[in-house]
């Protein structure tokens, strides 16, 4: 794969976000909507084309168990050139489907079935941004896209060795409550300490200088 054919494929994608947040902005006040947007997006990406011999497909089918999917799939289905694969969520990746966009990446080499650009994007319907995850060979780059000002920025770069759950993730920090007896929150309550402020991106750039990143 090429330099250029992966700038191209980016390049398709942030304008077909973009159509995503203008044109189709209500949607994502929508219940249950990530089918919804998924379809949407497909439909941007569609129009924006240049090169009708590439088709915009749905969730495709993973020709074994092992193989991983895209939820939207740009590609040659004559040839099998896959130009951009896509996963869509409402929220985080988690770490294995962060893992199988790598497996994504690579396809079968025996088959030639690796795609130039593979990405996910978590709408994040709350936040004022989409996550994007892009796929390297060496690990995975992380972008906000703005839905004001609509662009791209980086926020974090990580390699395939590095462990990276759902709490340091870049910008969102999930705090994941277990259940505890009355006896027990009792005894814990005045060593609790609580903070209504919102998690900042300079807290997280300073936690990933922490040794338990």
């Known amino acids: 794969m090429s330099t250029r054919s992966r700038i191209k494929a980016f390049e398709i994608f942030t304008k077909a976000l973009a159509l995503l947040e203008t044109q189709d902005k209500e949607l994502f006040t929508w219940p249950r909507n990530r089918i919804t947007l998924t379809h949407a997006l497909a439909v941007h990406i569609h129009d924006i084309l240049e090169d009708h011999t590439y088709s915009v497909d749905l969730y495709p089918a993973a020709k074994s168990r092992r193989s991983s999917n895209a ?12 130009i951009l694969a896509i996963v869509c969520r409402n929220d985080y990746l988690t770490e294995q489907e962060q893992k199988d966009l790598s497996s994504l990446m690579e396809g079968n080499p025996q088959e030639g079935t690796s795609c130039d650009l593979v ?15 892009i796929a390297n060979d060496d690990g995975v780059e992380y972008y906000h896209f703005d839905r004001n ?3 791209m920025e980086p926020v974090r770069r990580r ?15 999930k705090i994941k409550r277990r259940r505890r007896s009355r006896s027990q929150a009792d005894e814990e309550a005045p060593q609790v300490e609580t903070s ?7 807290s997280v750039e300073n936690a990933e200088e922490s040794p338990e990143t």
Request: proline share 6%; net charge negative.
């Open 159 to 173: 390699t395939i060795e590095e462990e990276l759950n759902d709490r340091e993730q870049p910008t969102l920090v």
């Open 196 to 202: 209504t402020e919102a998690p900042t991106e300079s």
């Open 149 to 151: 000002l609509m662009i």
């Open 119 to 133: 990405l996910a994007v978590s709408f994040m319907p709350q936040r004022s941004y989409m996550l994007i995850y």
């Open 71 to 82: 939820d939207i799939l740009v590609h040659n289905r004559q040839s099998g050139h896959k």
